[in-house]
């Protein structure tokens, strides 16, 4: 089968549109075009056109990757999975993330870090910091670098406490309880929950 016309494409830059002589069009980098040493009027066979356009999905998911992960922050499990979607085997899946990680745009800790502080900020607790490094998949050993970066929870408690309480009858333990509750909720630990409904006024028992 022969190459009938090879192209800069008009749309893309860097792109290359191959058509062949049944009508087939190939749509490439120019990394195919010069590793193959493809031009107008070169015979190819079956396998050469296979691999062809294997090398050009490999080579356009790693762009893909690249562009991905350069545009927003995410964790090496998720870049893997969006590769696996794209059509990368588990091979390519990890050679790829370890090439994002060289270049420096995948990095699980500064993604740990970020995630955590971002649901700081938002008032959340270490419970619920830590779902959200579990669910992104952020390996466990970025966590306590993470966490401690977060942060001190007292702050969150006693903001949302000021607001949360802000008019509230103080003498009814009801009003404390509910205001325990939504923290528990938040993620916040009963011990700095505690400490907070304290410096607030409450009197705890003990346990």
């Avoid at 191959?18 to 009508?23: A, F, S």
Wanted: hydrophobic share 35%.
């Amino acid at each position: 089968m022969r190459i009938s016309k090879l192209s800069p494409s008009a749309r893309a830059q860097g792109r290359w549109l191959c058509q062949l002589e049944d009508g087939t069009i190939l749509r490439l980098g120019e990394c195919e075009v010069l590793d193959f040493g493809l031009y107008a009027g070169r015979a190819l066979t079956e396998q050469e056109v296979e691999a062809i356009q294997a090398a050009a999905g490999k080579n356009a998911r790693r762009e893909k990757a690249l562009a991905y992960a350069g545009s927003r922050a995410t964790s090496r499990r998720d870049m893997a999975r969006r590769l696996e979607q794209w059509g990368a085997d588990q091979a390519e899946q990890e050679a790829v993330c370890d090439r994002l990680e060289e270049l420096g745009v995948l990095d699980d800790g500064s993604y740990a870090a970020l995630v955590a502080r971002s649901y700081a900020s938002r008032g959340y607790g270490e419970k619920k910091l830590r779902d959200e490094l579990y669910r992104r998949g952020v390996p466990r050993e970025h966590w306590d670098a993470a966490l401690e970066g977060a942060g001190d929870p007292a702050e969150a408690i006693d903001a949302f406490l000021t607001k949360k309480l802000r008019g509230a009858d103080l003498s009814d333990p009801k009003v404390y309880q509910r205001a325990s509750d939504a923290l528990a909720r938040r993620g916040f630990r009963w011990e700095d929950i505690s400490a907070g409904l304290r410096r607030y006024g409450a009197e705890l028992e003990e346990e």
